[in-house]
Nanobody, 124 residues
Framework: QVQMVESGGGSVQAGGSLRLSCVAS????????AGWFRQAPGKEREFVAA????????FYTDSVKGRFTISRDNAKSTLYLQMNNLNVEDTAVYYC?????????????????WGKGTLVTVSS
């Protein structure tokens, strides 16, 4: 059974940093593209960042470029999201996602899996 478990969320003040982690079990991570999505209160889930299986190419939504960094350690079956210079608009539940394919930098396809999310709250 595949499980993806996020951690690292919490409450920070604007300008602060957090590092999210997502550990996958029952999944050969090296065979999957991976990414992060988030859902703010009252809004739809949105794309944040993604990377191909090889880890060499990364994609970000415009609002987080230069502040967030996605990375992965396939040996540890772990996906990361380093978030710096956080602002109030980053407040959301963050979800990790893995799928067989990635197209156009943000469109995942094929067999896929989601974590249950971790809450990030940024206060002014």
């Amino acid at each position: 059974q595949v499980q993806m478990v996020e951690s690292g969320g919490g409450s920070v003040q604007a300008g602060g940093s957090l590092r999210l982690s997502c550990v996958a079990s029952g999944l050969a991570c090296s065979g999957y593209a991976a990414g992060w999505f988030r859902q703010a209160p009252g809004k739809e889930r949105e794309f944040v960042a993604a990377m191909y299986r090889d880890g060499d190419t990364r994609f970000y939504t415009d609002s987080v470029k230069g502040r967030f960094t996605i990375s992965r350690d396939n040996a540890k079956s772990t996906l990361y999201l380093q978030m710096n210079n956080l602002n109030v608009e980053d407040t959301a539940v963050y979800y990790c996602h893995a799928a067989q394919g990635l197209e156009g930098g943000r469109n995942f396809y094929g067999l896929s899996y989601w974590g249950k999310g971790t809450l990030v709250t940024v206060s002014s």
